[in-house]
């Protein structure tokens, strides 16, 4: 606990003699993977030489200071500057610049990570993919410049391979990789990126304590099969960082409340576990260096178990040593022990000093350290009481201090993650204490693990309920400038806004300025947001690479859904900026990955009343999806046909296709035959007709132009996402006047193209993209329909 009898202890009150060295140490290395080796040996010998002048001037208190910032700055100009020269000179890194191919033997050092993908086409979303560090062994390359000759490296190599065969390798396990060689991003000291082909060969076996440690995480998953999927998924993620089971929209709306670092192992998380046991001995009254030594074995297992990424590694080294300094009485060493453990880290592993995630446990362990105890006293003897002023204390210092690395590498300053991380902070130690618990008994005792994660479940459930209020509260989340420059002045922010606290006169001043900030960007985007338009027919949301329409009725918070886009969240998130609660029918246009994906989030606190369909049934995959979803819902699925006609209040539905859908090509796997299967539908609404075309291609255009169908509409929804397989002809016919791509940024299919875009501008017709203009809305005008864009597109996929 923060909270002692006496006053928390002042900045002046801590050990800093090693901060020099950790300073000299970290921005070193930064300096060398950013700018070359060359900066990182200047930067080295800059801080030797300046040791040596503190060290000659013989200073008593500071001389341990001057030795540690010299050997520090030997350490960086030395073999830190060698280590980050080497995969510049690395054979296995020259011979990747000029592509080729390769065999290598590699020793794998982490846990595969899994690569989420959006459906697209046949391509279901989830996990296709994984990426692998791994040390090389021997490499043998056929390139350019390397003919079939064995290279020698002994660097690093990230391979990027499929989910089968590779997914289940452990740390420790010595495997034969072939696949196309890529250059590697700079200042990460990988020699190359291998694209894996194939199965992996010459498989050795893990060390016996990995295999421990995966049977437990195997295990752990088991017992969580018998709670609600959302809470199946979040509890390992709690507890080992496991995220493999989460349902993609769950882990965004952790991301955007600000909760995401629950779900990351860190030294909260062995905090929390050794504090436990230090608790536990001090009732039993064991002495602290029992104590000491019982929470180092919970500490060793517990990194076993989660595995030793850089990330885990770096938790447990300032865990552990300022439990142990806890431990042992010895409350100022907490602030040595993490200088020290940066300068350990950094020298260890010279790519952790260009890591946010190393920069965000230095900072808010700094933030613990050094302001939530004077916080907590200060709010104490303002009349809060202990344990409240902590739980206020703590997420607010933590938030202060790592909100500039958050802001450089998002792009975004979350508004609510205080109030969010308050609301979480009283169930987190609980569900880590029973995760773990069941981790560790689940195995022998199948029954007591039950029960474990069971009463796990209301905590999840409540981390749940915050992170989707909290990412669902309007003006969560502000747009930041990114990058470096963007932390550096949310940092000048921040120390302007505490320093001036500081101070009586200075604090109206700072209120006066922040409410006015306040009045300036929140009435926009909170009290009048502007979104929706009053009045809108139809908005095509933005879902990033695929299609999702609304079509709205006359009846408030009732509309016609066609398609869901490639994943759960974003047809979700569109929906409720709407205000849709009921959907009468939900109209799948055709059965690609990218059109259903999001098909789940679409019942979630809506009623729907049907689903519809075209003639088409394949991906056969994805039409099982479609029936199951149905079936958990219990609602019916209909299948439309050419000149059927839908009404509702202030909307109406002409089927104008697909025309000439046999039952084999009803089925068949094939892509294009699927686009030609999509249902084409003309809409009446408020603001005039609109076509919807969902990914007809040539064949299918020629179809509806051969049978004569009327496709005249004020508002075209482009087919297949503005792809170049659209004819002039069937553009023309169209005769619209605003024609709205749905389309996801940076996608890698080249859409739309410009063929496309190009003859529509020749036709006159206004384009919108969501890629640019994100959600976009029709609505009356006075000469027609008019068009509104919300902006702030979502962007490319990480």
Known sequence: MFVQPEAAPSWRDHDLRLVPA???????????????????????????????????????????????????????????????????????GQAAVHGGTGTIRVEVTERPRPIHSAGYADQQAGTRSVAIDARVESATVESATVDGRKVRSTGRVLLLAPVAGWADLLPGQEVTASGRLAPARGGELTAAVVYVQGAPAGVTRAPWWQRAAAALRAGLHELCAVLPEESAGLLPGLVLGDTSALPEQVEQEFTESGLTHLMAVSGGNLAILCGSVLLLCRLLRIG????????????????????PAPSVL???????????????????????????????????????????????????TAGLVLLAPRWADSLVRRGIPPGY????????????????????????????????????????????????LATVVGPWWPGAGHVLVHLADPEARWLITVARHGARAPGAVLTWPGGWWGGVCAAGVLVVVVVAFRFRRARLLVAMGLVAVLLIVVPPRVLSPGWPPKGWAMVECDVGQGDAVVLATAEPGRAVVVDTGPEPGPVDECLRRLGVERIPLLVLSHLHADHIGGLSSVFDGRAVGAIAVGPGRAPAWAWQQVSQEA????????????????????????????????????????????NNSSVVLRATTAAGKVL??????????????????????????????????????????????????????????????????????????????????????VLPGDGGPAVARRGEPRGPPR
């Open 22 to 92: 950790a300073l000299a140490a970290w921005g070193g290395t930064l300096a060398g993977l950013r700018l070359g080796w060359w900066a990182a040996e200047v930067f080295g010998v800059v801080a030797a030489v300046l040791s040596a002048v503190l060290l000659a001037r013989r200073r008593g208190r500071w001389l341990g200071a001057a030795g540690a910032l010299l050997v520090l700055g030997l350490v960086v100009a030395l073999p830190t500057a060698w280590r980050i020269r080497g995969p510049e000179q690395d054979a296995l």
């Open 288 to 307: 602290p260096r029992v104590s000491a030594a019982a929470a180092g074995l919970c500490l060793g297992g517990f990194l076993i178990l989660v595995g």
């Open 314 to 364: 770096r938790a447990g080294v300032m865990g552990g040593v300022a439990l142990l300094a806890l431990a042992l009485g010895r409350r100022g060493s907490a602030f040595p022990a993490l200088a020290f453990s940066v300068c350990v880290l950094v020298a260890w592993d010279p790519v952790m000093a260009a890591d946010f995630g190393f920069a965000l446990s230095v900072f808010a």
């Open 389 to 436: 002023a902590e739980g206020i204390a703590v997420p607010l210092a933590a938030f202060v201090v790592t909100a500039p690395v958050i802001a450089g590498m998002a792009g975004t300053v979350s508004l609510i993650s205080v109030v969010t991380n308050v609301l979480a902070a009283p169930v987190v130690a609980p569900v880590t204490v029973l995760g773990v």
């Open 631 to 674: 079936a958990t819902h219990h609602v019916p699925v209909l299948e439309l046909s050419d000149g059927q006609r839908l009404d509702w209040p202030g909307l109406s539905l002409d089927v104008l296709g697909p025309r000439y859908v046999t039952v084999r090509a009803a089925t068949l796997q094939d892509g294009t035959m699927i």
């Open 692 to 777: 919807l075309t969902g990914d007809v291609e040539l064949a299918a255009q020629a179809d509806l132009l051969a049978e004569g169908v009327d496709l005249h509409a004020d508002v075209l929804k482009v087919p297949h996402h503005g792809s170049r397989y659209s004819l002039p002809q069937f553009l023309e016919a169209v005769g619209a006047r605003a024609a709205m791509i749905s389309v996801g940024a940076g996608n890698s299919y080249g859409h739309p193209a410009k063929s496309t875009v190009d003859v529509l501008g020749t036709l006159g017709v206004l384009v919108t993209r969501t890629d640019v203009d994100g959600d976009t809305a």
